[in-house]
Each structure stands twice: as C-alpha cells, then as structure tokens.
C-alpha cells in the first residue's frame, strides 16, 4: 500500500536524505568492500517496547535503491509491541541495504520515538475526556512526520503551521493593547478560527466577547484552570499548555479542560532503540 500524507511528499524525502548521506562520492565503504552481486538478508527489530511508526517510510528507502527488495512487515504501522519484536524481514542487494540503513534506521527511531511518548501521555489522562494536541515544537522540515507519529501514537494535531489558525499571544497582545483589540482585529481580517492564550481570568471574558473561538490556558495550576472552565462555560474549547508533563498531565485534564498541549512528545521524545542486523545469502 502507498504511504499517503497530505502535504508531504514520500519520494523528495527519500531522496534528499540519501542524498545529503551519499554526498558527492557515494557509499565508498559499501562499494569497497561489499562485491557488487552480493545478496543480504536482515531483520530489523525493536530492542525496546515502543509504539511502532515510519515503518512505510524506512521501507521507501530501500526500494529507492533496490526496486526488487523483498519486504515482508511483520508489524502493523501504530501497534504497541514489547521489546525483542521483529519489526520488517527484507532481502536484496547487500550494497542498497546497507547504504539505505541508517536513514531508515533514524527516521522509524525518530518517529517511534514519539509515537511511544505520546501513547504514555495518551494513557495518562484515559478515561477523563480531555484529548491530547500536539504543538509546532518541531525539528524544521520534519513536521509533517512528526506530527503524523504523534496521531499514531493517538494524539490530535493541533494546527500545523501560521497559516490554518490564528493564535493569538501575549506579544499580539502587547503590541495591540490588549487581548479584546487583538482578537478584534483577527476578526475583522476574516479569519474563521481564532485561539486566544490567556494567562488571567480577567482575560477569559474579553477574549469571548471578541469573538475568540478557542483559549488556550496558559501555565494554570489545576484549581485555576477548573475555574476558567467553569466561567467558559462550553461556550468555546479549552485547552491546557504549558509546563505540562507525565507528573502534572492528569490533574489538568480532569478540570474538564476539552485539551491539554504537549511540546515535549516531539521536541523531547527519545528516539527508539530499534536495529537492523544483515547476513548473507
């Protein structure tokens, strides 16, 4: 099956990472000491438990270089497997495989990674209705994949960039003198979705009656942030930020905030420990 994410393009990301490892000589280990119709089977496998992701991705690299690799996915792209799983069964041409392995390697490691991050976040608040976002902490070129590990890991994307919402800040509301003219303004630009950050109480009412769609409840303590929710009524959604960790995501999502945002499950995530050992036929 074709790995499809909108906005992101499969093949570029193929080639511009093998590329940038390739460089202008190629694989000159590979090539020295590798002979040429040599054949290597492998197994790459999970050293820790994880929640899998990129497994489409790391496979597009070495059919980039093999087009004949046989692939066999042992796993499905989002299960949570423990750790000694095999993870893909590939075998073809020694000199591909190994020149494909480490940008397959870092990218499900990456991608797992947060996946299994925010699963830990994603369990942590089950059962109290509020729904994880992710945030634009990201490593620039790589939120697309990023934010898609963090769906697999059963996370919510928050907007994706500048341009699909507005979010309004305290530096917008410095400079406009205030959260109701900055929202004011917003509205007048014709824009449809317009989250404001507030760090008061005071700020909830203006915000509103401006024509706020969305506030974002910045750096509140859990008895703060059961009365913000209180005074919004439902009227819009909430959502918690800032400051938040596997410690303290729990007790925020049960003052009935509608979401609570995590930076740290793409701008923290370890990478997984995942390998890819080779032998030849």
């Given amino acids: 099956m074709t790995f499809v994410l909108d906005g992101f393009d499969l093949d570029a990301f193929v080639a511009a990472t093998l590329a940038e490892d390739l460089g202008p000589g190629g694989d000159i280990t590979s090539e020295a000491v590798i002979p040429a119709d040599a054949r290597f089977r492998?197994?790459?496998?999970?050293r820790d438990p994880i929640v899998v992701a990129g497994l489409p991705i790391a496979e597009a690299f070495f059919r980039a270089l093999d087009p004949n690799v046989a692939i066999e996915r042992l796993v499905e792209e989002g299960e949570r497997v423990p750790a000694g799983t095999d993870l893909l069964r590939l075998t073809g041409r020694g000199r591909a495989m190994l020149t494909a392995e480490r940008s397959a390697l870092n990218t499900i490691q990456h991608l797992s990674g947060i996946a299994t991050l925010t699963r830990a976040y994603v369990d942590a608040i089950a059962g109290t209705g509020a729904i994880l976002l992710d945030t634009r902490k990201?490593?620039?070129?790589?939120?697309?994949?990023?934010?898609?590990?963090?769906?697999?890991?059963?996370?919510?994307?928050?907007?994706?960039?500048?341009?699909?919402?507005?979010?309004?800040?305290?530096?917008?509301?410095?400079?406009?003198?205030?959260?109701?003219?900055?929202?004011?303004?917003?509205?007048?630009?014709?824009?449809?979705?317009?989250?404001?950050?507030?760090?008061?109480?005071?700020?909830?009412?203006p915000a509103l009656a401006a024509g706020a769609t969305h506030l974002l409840l910045d750096n509140m303590a859990p008895e703060i942030l059961r009365e913000a929710v209180g005074l919004v009524a439902g009227r819009v959604p909430t959502e918690a930020?800032?400051?938040?960790?596997?410690?303290?995501?729990?007790?925020?999502?049960?003052?009935?905030?509608?979401?609570?945002?995590?930076?740290?499950?793409?701008?923290?995530?370890?990478?997984?420990?995942?390998?890819?050992?080779?032998?030849?036929?």
């Fill in 42 to 46: 492998g197994v790459m496998d999970s």
């Fill in 138 to 205: 990201t490593i620039p070129g790589l939120r697309r994949l990023e934010k898609y590990a963090t769906k697999v890991g059963g996370a919510e994307n928050h907007r994706m960039g500048l341009w699909d919402a507005a979010m309004i800040k305290d530096n917008h509301v410095a400079v406009a003198d205030g959260v109701a003219e900055a929202v004011r303004r917003a509205a007048a630009a014709g824009i449809a979705r317009i989250i404001v950050e507030v760090d008061r109480i005071d700020q909830i009412a």
């Fill in 241 to 281: 930020s800032g400051g938040v960790t596997l410690d303290t995501i729990r007790a925020k999502a049960e003052t009935g905030v509608t979401f609570i945002s995590v930076g740290r499950i793409t701008q923290s995530a370890p990478a997984a420990d995942i390998g890819l050992d080779f032998d030849t036929l």
